[in-house]
């Protein structure tokens, strides 16, 4: 059975270099990539450079721990720091954002999903609404066409952000 994904990506080093990679090897891992559009944004919680946001879905059969350790790898591979502070530079950020509709608490290495940054910032949800307006967020049931609508109205700005042009 084939589970939707949503991955966020972020990089702010070395942030086309980054981005361009591993989206290769996401691609040649799982096929079929849908992409959103590449967004800068200032970083967030840390003096630092800009980042580059994007989100990507696809459909696997994997599991969610086999899809959360391809993910580190690639980082790895990319030069994350795994010590490293939350709010820090990176040369690559990879989170699960939606698996399926799973809701569930982080636990045992597994991410929280949905992943509360969708709601919370802008780089997040704008692209996550460009690729997929019409699916609907496992614990609120609204779509992210409107959950971005409601964010642009009462947002007085979480992080400008800009589109930017890679591909």
Known sequence: MLTPVYLG???NLEREKNIRSALQQLNAA???LRVSKVYENEAVGFAGPSFFNLVVAFETERSLAQ???LCKDIERQH???TQAPRFSSKTLDIDVLL???AIQPAHEGLPQLPRAEIIEQAYVLKPLAELS????HPELKQNFADLWRDFQAKALVHGIIR?????
Request: charged letters at 10%; proline letters at 4%; aromatic letters at 16%.
């Open 67 to 69: 899809v959360v350790s």
């Open 163 to 167: 589109e930017v042009s890679l591909f």
């Open 99 to 101: 698996f399926g509709t």
């Open 79 to 81: 030069g994350r720091a």
């Open 133 to 136: 307006p019409y699916v609907q």
């Open 30 to 32: 799982f096929c079929e």
């Open 9 to 11: 990506l972020g990089s």
